[in-house]
């Protein structure tokens, strides 16, 4: 059997997002054999745009069943079933966290409409539930809305039935699969984890937040994680670990950005003791006294603020290296040749003789500056847009004045509708040092998707 599911929300972030409407259509693999559709009192507000985009208004969910009133039905309806969706891991992710509020753990198995439409229609424009049954001639009747959406997507599914001759399986561990030393967690749970961008949260059996991380795909960091004999820390935690929860942002910066704040604020006691930074290497300057500029690649301390930062030594050398060629620096003067004399740049014409007092302070240093410029916000009010939690939203970050407020997720037709409406999806968030080392190392090297002035 297999559950077909589409909901709607109120456009909040994952774990805060509430669910407006659902709709569920029970399928034998033949046909549709049950169904269940409803609005939902978020019990929250509903902003403008979301009303805009799905037709659900505040004054619609007026006397509507709240969530615990239907979940006895939803669970009964999905029970022994596939969970199937389009983009399942954002349905099934915030459906699973309702119940989790009610003290009750949500599981089933998942099967994803788009990645089995990848993997049997190749090479379509898009996979997104609109494009994607445009390209196929099904008629969607109601579009964001849950109904509609479903049902569009049970046309789609039979689709994909057909083209794989009935015989659609979903991805379970086998019991030959990995084992964990961890008897609170099982090969299965580690399986319905996505494979995306995000954060994810480890709980001891108290239900204390022990640890968060980040990664761009959250299923195999994890499994790293469970499977880690390397450090006694490690060890530890993974044997402390009683459930697992993420969020997924599709964005790597987003999720940078999130990890950063939950640690800050939480303090979960592996990261404490861990001392984990993404950031640990940085660059300085440091101007002698025979007037150059000297750059320096060195760990950073707590109190120190660097020019910018880099994950690992490996990624600041790399960086040096490209500074040295693109602005002509001196292979000395960047830390990069610890010989005496001339450097291997100048013998090649690439340098030209700082090492060696050829060319004076100023005329180094002003290409230094101009490097140096690099680094530095080039504009002070820009929305960054990057990837979101599905082909049809986008993440949101805002700098303001040169610092950084907050993100949001906006559906992708609201992106483009202009400033006001983006800065209707920020959530506020404490600009602080190593925030801004993560805007500034992404915005510099365009990791994102693009940047909107305003």
Avoid at 333 to 342: H, Q, R, V
């Amino acid at each position: 059997m297999y559950a077909i599911v589409d909901i709607e929300t109120n456009g909040g972030s994952l774990r805060n997002s509430k669910i407006t409407e659902i709709a569920v259509f029970l399928h034998d693999g033949e046909k549709v054999v049950d169904s269940f559709e409803s609005l939902i009192d978020p019990e929250c507000h509903i902003p403008d745009y979301i009303t805009q985009l799905t037709g659900i208004s505040n004054d619609m969910v007026l006397g509507a069943p709240k969530f615990y009133e239907v979940a006895k039905k939803i669970v009964e309806i999905t029970e022994d079933a596939v969970f199937v969706a389009h983009s399942v891991n954002f349905d099934y992710s915030i459906i699973r966290s309702e119940f989790r509020k009610l003290g009750f753990d949500f599981k089933r198995e998942k099967l994803c409409t788009v990645k089995l439409s990848r993997k049997l229609i190749p090479l379509q424009p898009s996979y997104s539930l609109g494009n994607l049954c445009e390209s196929l001639g099904i008629e969607i009747n109601g579009r964001h809305r849950a109904g509609g959406d479903a049902l569009a997507t049970v046309v789609l599914f039979e689709r994909l039935l057909e083209l794989d001759g009935k015989k659609i399986t979903f991805g379970n561990i086998t019991p030959g699969g990995p084992q964990f030393d961890n008897p609170n967690i099982s090969a299965e749970q580690i399986e319905m984890l996505p494979q995306e961008a995000g954060v994810y949260y480890f709980f001891n059996s108290q239900r204390d937040l022990i640890y968060v991380g980040k990664s761009k795909n959250i299923r195999k960091r994890v499994m790293s994680h469970m499977i880690n004999s390397q450090t006694k820390k490690g060890m530890a935690m993974r044997k402390e670990i009683a459930d697992i929860d993420f969020e997924v942002t599709g964005s790597e910066l987003v999720a940078l950005l999130k990890e950063s704040d939950e640690i800050k604020s939480k303090k979960p006691f592996f990261n404490v003791a861990q001392k984990r930074t993404y950031f640990q290497y940085g660059l300085f300057t440091d101007q002698q006294i025979d007037g150059y500029v000297r750059l320096e690649l060195k760990k950073i301390k707590e109190t120190s603020m660097p020019l910018t930062a880099y994950a690992s030594r490996k990624e600041g050398i790399e960086h040096l290296y490209w500074l040295n060629e693109k602005y002509s620096l001196c292979l000395t003067m960047t830390g990069l040749n610890k010989n005496k004399g001339a450097c291997f740049h100048y013998k090649i014409k690439q340098c030209k003789g700082a090492c060696i007092g050829k060319e004076t302070p100023e005329e180094y240093n002003d290409r230094v500056m101009e490097a140096l410029s690099s680094f530095r916000f080039k504009v002070q009010n820009v929305f960054v847009v990057d990837k979101g939690r599905s082909i049809n939203e986008r993440a949101v970050v805002q700098v303001k004045n040169g610092r950084y407020t907050g993100f949001g997720f906006a559906p992708l037709n609201v992106v483009n509708k202009g400033v006001d409406n983006l800065q209707k999806v920020i959530e506020p968030f404490d600009n602080n040092r190593d925030v801004q080392h993560i805007l500034s190392t992404f915005i510099n090297k365009g990791m994102y998707e693009r940047l909107i002035e305003y």
